[in-house]
């Protein structure tokens, strides 16, 4: 091999690596959305549920849904934290979308005093912040007043629902 063919290869290399750069950072890489800021994405539609009570004999967990339908979920098995991420289905949160309006979530979130709640009773209550147009609403089945058979807590119940049997 003589010091031309050895230039050649090591030109040759070089040349490919930085073709190979080029075309990962500009064509694979994941790139961020420009025209949404983080702060926006946050607070524009999110949903953070979590129950509470007797959660040694039921199942007690906690989540947080994005607007985009991806979500994080905690699951405290036997003590430890086991972390869950995906993407709801489309039906789903359309129809949370759809369901969670806003006057609806402001009646809802008003606190009631003197209620029993089913946590009192070795049972599981849940909680709900909820964020939309950048206003935060917290349901609690618990403290708030909660309408059982109106759309919002059928569609919050699909959601948990979906949790429960992952």
Known sequence: ???????????TFCVGFVIGVYVYFNGF??????????EKFYTDFTIEGE???DCVNNECFAFQLLADGSYRLV????GQSVIREGVINNSIRDRLFEDLDTESLKTQSISTI?????????????KFTI???EKEYKLDTCTTNINF?????????ELWDYFVKL
Do not use: Q
């Open 1 to 11: 091999m003589t010091r031309t063919d050895r230039n050649i290869l090591l030109s």
């Open 29 to 38: 890489s994941f790139k961020l959305s420009e025209d949404l800021p983080e």
């Open 51 to 53: 129950a509470y009570g």
């Open 75 to 78: 699951d405290d098995v036997s």
């Open 114 to 126: 003197g209620t029993h709640c089913a946590s009192d009773d070795g049972k599981v209550d849940y």
């Open 131 to 133: 964020t939309k147009d």
């Open 149 to 157: 058979e109106g759309k919002a807590w059928l569609a919050l119940s």
